[in-house]
């Protein structure tokens, strides 16, 4: 029998380190790659969920029948403080300042001194965005990958200006990575004119 087994653990600074290397992987709003939301139809496509609202799975790895992405607005580090001015899932979040300094050190200094493992993102839909689109499920991918060269600095992308395996609907496979997603309790129909805004605090 082994002897003198002892527990190991991951500490925060090392949580922080992934929070840090997912921020500069994704930090690009011009590049191929990108952190983007969608809005998508989900199982039955533009009707109603049967049954009620499913539950969130762990196990899903896409969301099918997407309408569209949209390249993130903003993205900060953050830390959870009773005073801060950002309100994400009723929890209020203070933002962490990044230095512009070459020394990876000085300019995340503030980031590992906090230990930050979380970080606010930001995503609007504005107006003549996908308008009278319906959906009932919200995503967050990260890495997507743009299919076309011409369309990297665009903020918004179809399905199909983004690379995907499959043949059609709902078996599409995109070249990114679903980092969260939520399914709404009904059917939600864009107006012209709608602005909507998404948040999420990704923690690692």
Request: with cysteine.
């Amino acid at each position: 029998m082994p002897e003198n087994i002892s527990t190991a653990i991951s500490p925060y600074i090392a949580r922080t380190k992934k929070a840090i290397d997912f921020y500069e992987a994704n930090l690009s709003k011009t590049s191929q790659y990108g952190l983007m939301m969608c809005i998508a139809g989900g199982l039955g496509d533009s009707a109603e969920w049967v049954g009620g609202t499913p539950v969130p799975s762990l196990n899903t790895k896409q969301l099918t029948y997407i309408r569209g992405f949209k390249r993130y607005k903003s993205m900060f580090f953050v830390i959870p403080n009773t005073s801060g001015s950002l309100d994400v899932g009723g929890i209020s979040w203070s933002t962490l300042s990044v230095v512009d300094d070459p020394n990876w050190y000085v300019k995340y200094a503030n980031v590992l001194a906090q230990n930050s493992r979380w970080l606010y993102v930001e995503a609007e839909l504005g107006s003549g965005e996908l308008d009278t689109a319906t959906y009932k499920q919200i995503g967050l991918y990260s890495k997507l990958k743009i299919a076309d060269p011409v369309n990297y600095e665009n903020n918004l992308l179809y399905p199909s200006e983004i690379s995907r395996s499959g043949a059609a609907e709902p078996d599409y496979i995109y070249s990114g990575i679903l980092e969260v997603y939520q399914n709404k309790d009904r059917v939600i129909s864009r107006s012209i004119g709608l602005k909507e805004v998404f948040t999420w605090v990704l923690e690692f």
